[in-house]
């Protein structure tokens, strides 16, 4: 079965660092995009940006460009979403898709989601 | 506030049909036939239902298509089901620095 599966929830401090993960299996890992939307409590889907495991190549959406490092290790067939500096306005649940391959645009696997929670 | 605007909510009898609508600009749905919706119950992760403004991914009943004229796409459900009540999310390629919008969502009502 073509799944991926996300890390946890997390609680974490202002000014914590943070990395959130996502593990593909029951396909080529390599060879999807992965990418990482947010969904603040009670709104909608917000695109933070994708890896391309096989190469690292990495894409960002300019809201979140320099707020979060999105990476992938093709080894542990793995993506990563990470922050340096949280902030309570980072609370949120965070989820992983595949991207359909080819010249096509389209999420068709999407993890569970990790509730990552910010407070003092 | 969304790239992409969605009503914020519609509703429909069991059996009946509705269809929800995804307005952007020449920049994104206008631009390119990369128009994807997603379903998404309380609680879930979210599921394509459509991709590529027509595309129906295996295991998406026939019940839902996809369509798009101008800025603006639709996805139509026919014979509404009380399991077709979520919230739905119409996404766009929107080109080589943005990448990927979203609208707003739009939660449907089964009555």
């Known amino acids: 079965e073509e799944q991926l599966v996300q890390s946890g929830a997390e609680v974490k401090k202002p000014g914590e660092s943070l990395k959130i993960s996502c593990k593909g299996s029951?396909?080529?890992?390599?060879?999807?995009?992965i990418g990482w939307v947010r969904q603040m409590s009670g709104k909608g889907l917000e695109w933070m940006g994708m890896?391309?495991?096989?190469?690292?190549?990495?894409r960002y959406s300019p809201s979140f460009q320099g707020q979060v490092t999105i990476s992938a290790d093709k080894s542990v067939s793995t993506a990563y979403l990470q922050w340096s500096s949280l902030e309570a306005s980072d609370t949120a649940m965070y989820y992983c898709?595949?991207?359909?391959?080819?010249?096509?645009?389209?999420?068709?696997?999407w993890g569970q989601g990790t509730m990552v929670t910010v407070s003092s | 506030q969304s790239a992409l605007t969605q009503p914020r909510s519609v509703s429909g009898s069991p059996g009946q049909s509705v269809t929800i609508s995804c307005t952007g600009t020449?920049?994104?749905?206008?631009?390119?036939?990369?128009v994807s919706w997603y379903q998404q119950h309380p609680g879930k992760a979210p599921r394509l239902m459509i991709y590529?403004?027509?595309k129906r991914p295996s295991g998406v009943p026939d019940r839902f298509s996809g369509s798009k004229s101008g800025n603006t796409a639709s996805l139509t459900i026919s014979g509404l089901q009380a399991e077709d009540e979520a919230d739905y999310y119409c996404?766009?390629?929107?080109?080589?620095?943005?990448?990927?919008?979203f609208g707003g969502g739009t939660k449907l009502t089964v009555l």
């Open positions: 029951g396909y080529s890992f390599s060879s999807y995009w």
């Open positions: 898709a595949r991207r359909i391959v080819g010249r096509t645009w389209g999420f068709d696997i």
């Open positions: 890896v391309y495991p096989g190469d690292s190549d990495t």
């Open positions: 020449t920049s994104d749905v206008g631009g390119y036939n990369f």
């Open positions: 996404c766009s390629y929107a080109g080589s620095y943005t990448f990927v919008v």
């Open positions: 590529d403004v027509t």
